[in-house]
């Protein structure tokens, strides 16, 4: 069974340029999240997307924006890029386990580095 | 809104030692709590997860947890450690979406766990 992966593994971008990062789910899985994980910090939830649609927005601007394919896999696209945006980016797709709920499995993270 | 603290940033311990990470949670409902493990430079591997019923739970590499709805507490917890154990660890509480198609985790700020020899 492949695991999630991202790509790229790392990115050097400019301040005000924009930005797309890609994921592809562990198989068979329908929903991924995005996360932000800024140095010395826990991962924070930007978005999640189920059949191709946002499922769900944590405190992000709308210059985070993201999209689903039909199969399953995502990218997540940033305008404008800041610097406080530098971080590493965490993809994760999921699937309602046996107990019911949900386990949300991660990629290898994209390394955004803006300057 | 659900919360996640981890009052430890960092913990040194001796190889065979044991371990106890701490979690504390804040959640409205019965809470969906999970331990990941992140080694440097790497996403997060899920180590274990509480949904319901029993209050001691066994994960991977050795690794179990305690839940303890009283004291809003989700401690990791590890008999003998490895020095391989060095790596940060987060723990999470998950909250279902409205439409119930997937859950969104929040995480604590993490602990970094050092093994001496």
């Known amino acids: 069974e492949t695991g999630v992966t991202q790509s790229p593994t790392h990115l050097i971008k400019t301040r005000g340029q924009q930005v797309t990062l890609r994921c592809s789910s562990q198989?068979?899985?329908?929903?991924v999240s995005w996360y932000q994980q800024a140095l010395g910090q826990g991962p924070q939830f930007i978005f999640q997307?189920?059949?191709?649609?946002?499922?769900g927005r944590g405190n992000f601007p709308p210059r985070f924006s993201g999209l689903q394919f039909p199969n399953y896999s995502s990218e997540l696209n940033v305008n404008a890029l800041e610097l406080d945006d530098s971080a590493l980016y965490l993809c994760?797709?999921?699937?309602?386990?046996?107990?019911?709920?949900?386990?949300?499995?991660f990629g290898p993270g994209t390394r955004l580095t803006v300057t | 809104a659900q919360s996640v603290t981890q009052p430890d940033i960092h913990i040194t311990v001796s190889e065979g030692a044991s371990l106890e990470l701490r979690c504390n949670y804040s959640?409205?409902?019965?809470?969906?709590l999970f331990w990941y493990v992140q080694s440097p430079g790497q996403g997060l591997q899920l180590l274990l997860k509480?949904?319901?019923?029993?209050?001691l739970f066994q994960g991977i590499k050795g690794f179990e947890a305690e839940f303890k709805r009283s004291q809003s507490s989700f401690n990791l917890r590890k008999p003998s450690v490895h020095w391989s154990d060095a790596a940060e660890y987060f723990c999470?509480?998950?909250?279902?979406?409205?439409?119930?198609?997937?859950?969104?985790?929040?995480f604590g700020g993490g602990t970094r766990l050092m093994v001496k020899p």
């Open positions: 994760a797709s999921s699937r309602r386990g046996l107990a019911g709920a949900f386990e949300q499995y």
């Open positions: 198989s068979g899985h329908n929903t």
């Open positions: 997307y189920y059949r191709e649609e946002e499922n």
């Open positions: 959640y409205g409902a019965t809470p969906y």
């Open positions: 509480y949904f319901s019923g029993d209050t």
């Open positions: 999470a509480v998950g909250q279902e979406m409205n439409n119930n198609a997937g859950n969104m985790l929040t």
